[in-house]
């Protein structure tokens, strides 16, 4: 399995308030799940195939993730959907407040 990397154009806008409400809100639940695994970040990255970097990113509200990223987490920490469903709110925050 290839490990993405940290790409341009996933950064959350600061200026975004709803926006970095949303992606701060996903990014704890990803950590909160995944620590109540019992899962490193190192380790929970190569389970859902980024790097550590970029789980260190997402956790920390810093990053957008990707739909691949939230399925794949959530069949890793077995979270029945709940994760997945996120990429509704995630995947409006791409997008400038303008656009939405």
Known sequence: ???ETD???WEVDPDDE???AVITTVGRQLKLRRE????RAGDFGV???YGEDL???VEGGKRIPRQEYLDRADEVLDAGGLISAA???VKKVRYPKKVR
Do not use: C, F, H
Not at 36 to 39: F, I, P, V
């Open 1 to 3: 399995m290839a490990v």
């Open 7 to 9: 790409e341009s154009g």
């Open 18 to 20: 709803w926006g970095v």
């Open 36 to 39: 109540a695994a019992g899962m």
């Open 47 to 49: 389970a859902v195939g």
């Open 55 to 57: 789980v260190y990113k």
């Open 87 to 89: 990429w509704e709110d």
